[in-house]
T-cell receptor, first 115, second 111 residues
Framework: DTGVSQDPRHKITKRGQNVTFRCDPISEHNRLYWYRQTLGQGPEFLTY????????KSRLLSDRFSAERPKGSFSTLEIQRTEQGDSAMYLCASSLSGSGTDTQYFGPGTRLTVL | QKEVEQDPGPLSVPEGAIVSLNCTYS??????FMWYRQYSRKGPELLMY????GNKEDGRFTAQVDKSSKYISLFIRDSQPSDSATYLCAYMDTGRRALTFGSGTRLQVQP
């Protein structure tokens, strides 16, 4: 069990560019979540997958955001035409359904800075 | 009104003190209650999980839930400098998988 990993850990981009983040969940975890956290705030839910199906999306997930989990393993989160307001820490979490508590385990996050 | 209210701190205590962290919530659908700890520039890690009113103890940590008052607390006994972090309360309702977090309380334990 190597934990949830995210890549890259830091990303600096210019406004208007596209960025893509990757999340590798704990092996055998079938649920995967994306959250966004800004300075001084708690994480805010963006979206959730069970296996490869995207089952829930927050209204925070605008049309510029797209998430995929094509084979039910790793996931990518893409932000198109980045804006300065997208600067935040993007957190991924995973959990195992049917495990009782369905505890969400978080990765270290990808810190995005949009200049 | 925010769904979850949490005092941002910072809360500064001497080593060995008992720490009390609190959250209030407004959504009656919240059925599962969690406390996460987050060190600077790291992801949150789960400390405590409970789904019923009452107390749950794990080592130096005790989580307390009062559903009638919509109030949860985390107590840390014999606090250590290594406990210095931001503590986030989190909730989940039965119909969804998304966690709703408080804004976090920053705790500093002085040696």
């Amino acid at each position: 069990d190597t934990g949830v990993s995210q890549d890259p850990r830091h990303k600096i981009t210019k406004r208007g560019q596209n960025v893509t983040f990757r999340c590798d969940p704990i092996s055998e975890h079938n649920r995967l979540y994306w959250y966004r956290q800004t300075l001084g705030q708690g994480p805010e839910f963006l979206t959730y997958f069970q296996n490869e199906a995207q089952l829930e999306k927050s209204r925070l997930l605008s049309d510029r955001f797209s998430a995929e989990r094509p084979k039910g393993s790793f996931s990518t989160l893409e932000i198109q035409r980045t804006e300065q307001g997208d600067s935040a820490m993007y957190l991924c979490a995973s959990s195992l359904s049917g495990s009782g508590t369905d505890t969400q385990y978080f990765g270290p996050g990808t810190r995005l800075t949009v200049l | 009104q925010k769904e979850v209210e949490q005092d941002p701190g910072p809360l500064s205590v001497p080593e060995g003190a008992i720490v009390s962290l609190n959250c209030t919530y407004s959504n009656s659908a919240f059925q599962y209650f969690m406390w996460y700890r987050q060190y600077s520039r790291k992801g949150p890690e789960l400390l405590m999980y409970t789904y019923s009113s009452g107390n749950k103890e794990d080592g130096r940590f005790t989580a307390q839930v009062d559903k009638s008052s919509k109030y949860i607390s985390l107590f840390i006994r014999d606090s250590q400098p290594s406990d210095s972090a931001t503590y986030l309360c989190a909730y989940m309702d039965t119909g969804r998988r998304a966690l709703t977090f408080g804004s976090g309380t920053r705790l500093q334990v002085q040696p």
